[in-house]
């Protein structure tokens, strides 16, 4: 599986993001989809999570303010990001995992996007 993420930029406080990762493969509607992100000089972290059967899971710091959903037709994920804050200003990378593993922590991740930055400006 290979994952290539879009729609990072530059934002002011307040603003919103829409984040895309297009998967390829054929097997897209069975795996478990997420998002982590990493700042400067901090440790990856998870922000989202939507796994093949809708559910969603989301990280205390973003719960009410980011959304996750999918589009099996078209081999992509997305996390719409409203209210955004400077503590929000990260690369986000996209992730994958099959049946059975979820993608809320590292470990549980087995493929990877390359990432595309986010700057949330005050």
């Known amino acids: 599986v290979q994952l290539v993420e879009s729609g990072g930029g530059l934002v002011q406080a307040g603003g919103s993001l829409r984040l895309s990762c297009a998967a390829s493969?054929?097997?897209?509607?069975?795996?478990?989809m997420g998002w982590f992100r990493q700042a400067p000089g901090k440790e990856r972290e998870f922000v989202a999570a939507?796994?093949?059967?809708?559910?969603?899971y989301y990280a205390d710091s973003v719960k009410g303010r980011f959304t996750i959903s999918r589009d099996n037709a078209k081999n992509s994920v997305y996390l719409q990001m409203d209210s955004l804050e400077p503590g929000d200003t990260a690369v986000y990378y996209c992730?994958?995992?099959?049946?059975?593993?979820?993608?809320?922590?590292?470990?549980?991740?087995?493929?990877w996007g390359q990432g595309t930055q986010v700057t949330v400006s005050s």
């Open positions: 493969g054929r097997t897209f509607s069975t795996y478990n």
């Open positions: 992730a994958a995992s099959p049946r059975g593993k979820l993608p809320t922590t590292r470990s549980q991740v087995d493929y």
């Open positions: 939507i796994s093949w059967s809708g559910g969603r």
